[in-house]
């Protein structure tokens, strides 16, 4: 859109707003625009309700103000630059993009670079010039856009707010802005009337990072200090930071872990600390409660499956190493939440654990065991492995049973036409009864606190290492040229009362965990006998006791197999789409088996046609699918290695159940499909 030539120097909204409401956003003041698409519609949140007098007026507030369109004008106005000097420019401020328009000393009738899509911003931040005599508040953007090569880089934009005499009336000027921007970018609601002041937005979200400094060849908790922790602090997040130091470190953790305290927990790795945290939630004796708490993950491993479909959730094109972790920090600095279904997985032994990717066996789970060989190669372990395999190829004799879909899923695009099982056969899941839960009596008293140096406490104090709002350590080298004045940060938000320090958080408990005295036992028996119900997650009512026969409406094939794959979201690896119609919720487990019988350039080219997608497309009689609630898999060949989340476990018979939106995943707000922003 073109943006408009403002009249002087103060910020104002765009003309469709009555002098009266200077500053204040009246929608209903604005002629109608194009009809809302539920893609622009800002649905999505940290969860917090905002602060304003109107909390509790309950049924007697007025009508939320009606969705915004994509080009809708909320502010506009002049600022100066810095710290170039003599040059102005007109911002105008939309839904889903900052519009920029130099005015002087030369208008640009062509402006270069003068849009800045909300999708890359991670935050913004107030800043005050240490030069007393100077009265102007500066507006401070971080933007992530791509490079020429497709690559993102940083990019700070300050403006000089200048309009008034005083730097009080400035500020109020700057952080109206910060404002509004701060709302579009966490999806929080804009008031029809009412002053834009601070107080709508919520007190920051508290996040708990746990990062594997030994995940993507040992370059983790480098890429988490130069890329994550910078912007979750331009984004103004408040977080703990922990190193765990063994294997499921992260599940002990969390089954100690005050959830409370917390808004979100965040694996700093691949899919691994993931699986170790979804699991330990699941092992707490509340695990009703724990499992709701959201989770994210920033991929800094070789394995980023789920990143890579949280990108692609997020509407970005797909990418690898720094630019998904780039893509996957951003949309989590956007805040925002989907229901993840998890897979409940009974082993031979009888133990269960829960999934949230995927359960392989034959080829797949073969080449990522034996990749963990070059695991100093990083993602590339995975290409080798793959030949490696392709060159030794096997298969293998067994039983594949399931429970086919009540419904049919999202129906893939004409070029992922799927090759169906020949089966109608259904049966309608039962309601899970009731269950109740005892205790878990341990603690975890380990587990070392995050330093100093890496808490973030949401107030005014600058971190060691890192500026308020993610800026460097030296502001004036971020900011200033010469003989330009440097500038310090200016709080845009006052802690609010009650919330606390993160400094003050304890991440780990201490003795046993609180539960409900109700949660430790059912009801008696008609013998007065009380029935003890261990901790563990729901009971999988559509699955009989392994072993035993399977109920009517299964679906059972038998004979050998290259591969069977049974996964949940769209995606097996960053740059493999498994299942390109799957989403996080949609009830269901994707399985697909490759027959014994294909040629290893067969295979090789489904596995290249993967990277995109399409291998569905391709026709190969051997490449079977079918949609499933529930799956029994009884491997008849004596050797062999199954896994789960591409973690190895015992070999032998089991069985598996879709949970629906059982598990919280951090996504950020839905991108367009097909467009990147």
């Not at 060849?217 to 984004?235: D, F, T, Y």
């Not at 990749?371 to 793959?386: D, K, P, W």
């Not at 949401?458 to 200033?480: C, Q, R, V, Y």
Request: charged share 15%.
């Amino acid at each position: 859109m073109d943006t408009l030539k403002p009249r002087s120097s103060r910020t104002r909204p765009c003309p469709c707003f009555p002098p009266a409401a200077m500053g204040v956003l009246d929608f209903d003041s604005c002629p109608p625009s194009s009809p809302q698409r539920p893609d622009q519609e800002l649905t999505w949140s940290w969860g917090h309700k905002p602060r304003s007098a109107l909390d509790g007026a309950g049924a007697m507030a007025p009508p939320p103000p009606p969705p915004l369109a994509a080009s809708t004008p909320l502010l506009h106005g002049e600022f100066g630059s810095y710290p170039a000097r003599g040059l102005r420019f007109a911002l105008t401020l939309t839904p889903q993009a900052l519009h920029i328009q130099k005015l002087r000393p030369k208008p640009e009738a062509r402006p270069r670079g003068g849009l800045v899509l909300l999708a890359e911003v991670s935050g913004c931040c107030i800043l005050r010039s240490r030069s007393p005599s100077d009265s102007a508040a500066y507006f401070c953007i971080y933007t992530y856009p791509r490079g020429r090569r497709g690559s993102r880089r940083r990019v700070t934009r300050v403006f000089q707010v200048d309009g008034a005499a005083t730097y009080e009336e400035n500020r109020a000027e700057a952080q109206r802005w910060a404002t509004v921007l701060t709302c579009l970018l966490r999806g929080l609601p804009l008031p029809g009337d009412g002053e834009i002041t601070s107080q709508l937005l919520p007190r920051p979200p508290r996040l708990l990072l746990l990062v594997n400094p030994f995940g993507g060849r040992g370059l983790a908790w480098q890429w988490c200090k130069n890329h994550v922790l910078p912007m979750i602090s331009e984004a103004g997040l408040s977080f703990n930071l922990i190193q765990t130091e063994r294997q499921n470190h992260a599940r002990e953790l969390v089954q100690g872990l005050s959830l409370s305290e917390w808004d979100g927990i965040v694996t700093v790795s691949g899919d691994g600390l993931l699986y170790e945290v979804l699991n330990g939630l699941l092992d707490r004796p509340d695990w009703e409660e724990a499992v709701k708490m959201p989770v994210g993950i920033l991929p800094c491993g070789s394995g980023n499956a789920l990143a890579g479909a949280v990108n692609q959730h997020g509407g970005f094109e797909p990418a690898l190493g720094i630019d998904l972790l780039l893509n996957c920090s951003l949309l989590l600095c956007r805040g925002g939440s989907h229901p993840l279904d998890l897979l409940s997985v009974t082993l031979a032994s009888g133990s269960r654990c829960f999934s949230f990717l995927s359960v392989a066996w034959g080829f797949v789970s073969d080449v990522d065991i034996q990749s963990e060989r070059f695991r100093a190669l990083g993602s590339a372990r995975f290409t080798l492995s793959t030949v490696l395999g392709l060159a030794t190829l096997h298969t293998y004799r067994g039983r594949l049973s399931y429970l086919p879909a009540t419904m049919e899923p999202a129906s893939p695009t004409p070029a992922h036409g799927l090759p169906r099982a020949k089966s109608e056969l259904t049966l309608a899941p039962a309601p899970a009864p009731p269950v109740a839960h005892s205790p878990l009596h341990r603690s975890v008293s380990d587990l070392p606190l995050p330093q100093p140096a890496l808490i973030s406490p949401s107030s005014p104090e600058p971190l060691p290492i890192l500026s308020l709002n993610g800026g460097g350590p030296d502001l004036a080298g971020d900011w200033g040229g010469a003989g330009d004045a440097a500038l310090s940060p200016d709080s845009l938000l006052p802690s609010p009362p009650g919330s606390p320090k993160a400094a003050l958080l304890s991440p780990i408990t201490e003795g046993s965990l609180e539960t409900p005295a109700s949660s430790e036992l059912l009801p008696p028996t008609p013998d007065g006998d009380p029935v003890a119900i261990f901790p563990g997650g729901p009971l999988d009512h559509l699955l009989p006791p392994l072993g035993t026969p399977l109920p009517p409406g299964w679906v059972t094939l038998e004979g050998d197999f290259v591969l069977i794959l049974a996964i949940s979201p769209s995606h097996l690896g960053a740059d493999l789409v498994a299942a390109p119609h799957a989403r996080f919720d949609d009830g269901l487990v994707h399985l697909c088996w490759v027959r014994g019988g294909i040629s290893r350039a067969a295979l090789l080219r489904l596995f290249l046609a993967m990277e995109r997608g399409s291998h569905f497309s391709l026709g190969c009689p051997h490449l079977c699918y079918a949609a499933a609630r529930a799956f029994r898999l009884e491997p008849l060949t004596p050797r062999g290695v199954i896994t789960v989340d591409g973690e190895q476990v015992e070999y032998g018979p089991l069985q598996a159940q879709v949970h629906p939106s059982l598990g919280t995943l951090l996504t950020g707000p839905p991108g367009r499909s097909g467009r990147e922003p």
